[in-house]
């Protein structure tokens, strides 16, 4: 059974730095292209990054324009471990962040597995 | 950026009724296109892929259509699970977006 375990998430204040974990059980995490998507208190999904199976390759990740440069998307295969690295944190980042696995190993682009989400909050 | 507008925001239906989810897109996504339900307080479900593709698991009763820019869901005979939030999702150009969201609610 795949499991994702979302971790890192709290209060932060505006441009503060927040470090996201997600730990993956139940599939052959390399091989997968794994992706953060947040949702902000009452409002609907919004899709961060992505970072296919093979690593770090600039060639390898994906981010949304909201977040390109403030935020950085990496993994760990040898502890089957996700990452988002947060800085310059503003109040519109104020979400709950999933982390979400992509459906296939070719990287379709949509997602068959969800972690339950950790809600960061970014106030003074 | 390609822009999925869902209509209506809210649908209220009674259980044994079909409903219908729209999805609009402002520029083709050809077949990358796919449905997810969400809960309260629960991550989202993948339903439909591929427009009309079922995901494991999900009943014969939701179903895909559509094509280039123009897609629905539709749920026949709704069960009282069924009353939630859904979401298109285009996944045939970056960045990767979602629309915002129909909330299918009890009548």
């Known amino acids: 059974e795949v499991q994702l375990l979302e971790s890192g998430g709290g209060l932060v204040q505006p441009g503060g730095s927040l470090r996201l974990s997600c730990a993956a059980s139940g599939f052959t995490f390399s091989d997968y292209t794994m992706n953060w998507v947040r949702q902000a208190p009452g409002k609907g999904l919004e899709w961060v990054s992505m970072i296919r199976g093979s690593g770090t390759n600039t060639h390898s990740v994906y981010y949304a324009d909201s977040v390109r440069g403030r935020f950085t998307i990496s993994r760990d295969n040898s502890k089957n471990t996700l990452f988002l690295q947060m800085h310059s944190l503003r109040v519109e980042d104020t979400a709950v962040y999933y982390c979400?696995?992509?459906?296939?190993?070719?990287?379709?682009?949509?997602?068959?597995?969800w972690g339950q989400g950790t809600l960061v909050t970014v106030s003074s | 950026e390609v822009v999925l507008t869902q209509s209506p925001a809210t649908l209220s239906l009674s259980p044994g009724e079909r409903g219908t989810v729209s999805c609009r897109a402002s520029q083709s996504v050809v077949n990358h296109l796919a449905w997810y339900q969400q809960k309260p307080g629960q991550a989202p479900r993948l339903l439909i892929s591929d427009i009309s593709n079922r995901a494991t698991g999900i009943p014969a009763r939701f179903s895909g259509s559509g094509s280039g820019t123009d897609f629905t869901l539709t749920i026949s005979n709704l069960e009282p699970e069924d009353f939630a939030v859904y979401y298109c999702?285009?996944?045939?150009?970056?960045?990767?977006?979602f629309g915002g969201g129909t909330n299918v609610e009890i009548k």
């Open positions: 999702q285009q996944y045939g150009n970056w960045p990767l977006t």
């Open positions: 979400a696995k992509d459906l296939s190993a070719y990287a379709r682009n949509f997602f068959d597995s």
